[in-house]
């Protein structure tokens, strides 16, 4: 007779893996604080701050707050995102554009998702495949995330700023705030 055995998850997740339920989404961004997450790679801290300073200024959203990684390709450490959920109302985190990276920046935000705070991942196209299963192992296969075009390190500040401008209905979009307010 098969004897069944226990299986253990190695990815260490499975507290709360199975909730996919998105944090509840602001109706306007006005006045909240907007939560930075830099994962160390060349050009996030401008895409991030580019697209800060648009949700500001169009948006009406508060203060944005940078924070940095100590390594691009884990996920954020427990004492970081509780510091970044108690100080941040959405949560915006960048730039995956290799695979280590990408999938620790979508695991990212699946964990502010979960700890309440809205937050959109972005990685870049080319490791659409690689935050897809980010996503699946963290037990959140839909988690929406956003692609920019590859790649990202070379990018001049002017093509950066670009590729912010080019990703801000999508960054909208996920966080759940309509046009014009």
């Known amino acids: 007779m ?38 160390t790679k060349p050009n996030s801290t401008l895409l991030l701050e580019t697209i800060a300073a ?12 940078l924070y940095t990684k100590d390594y691009f ?53 080319s490791f659409l495949m690689s935050g897809q299963a980010m996503a699946s192992v963290q037990g959140f296969p839909g988690f929406d995330f956003y692609a920019v075009k590859h790649p990202m390190a070379s990018l001049t500040a002017e093509e950066v700023r670009e590729r912010a401008m080019t990703a801000m209905p999508e960054v909208l979009r996920i966080l759940g705030v309509e046009e014009g307010r």
């Open 73 to 125: 390709g884990t996920p954020v450490k427990q004492t970081l995102l509780e510091e970044i959920v108690r100080e941040c109302d959405v949560v915006i985190t960048a730039v995956g554009d290799c695979g280590s990276c990408s999938a620790a920046t979508v695991a990212d935000g699946i964990m502010f998702e979960r700890a309440g705070v809205p937050t959109v991942s972005i990685t870049s196209d």
């Open 2 to 39: 098969a004897q069944l055995e226990a299986l253990l998850d190695p990815t260490g997740m499975e507290a709360g893996a199975a909730d996919t339920t998105l944090s509840p989404r602001p109706v306007s961004l006005k006045g909240l604080t907007i939560g930075l997450l830099d994962n």
């Open 54 to 65: 648009q949700l500001q200024d169009q948006y009406g959203a508060g203060e944005a707050r």
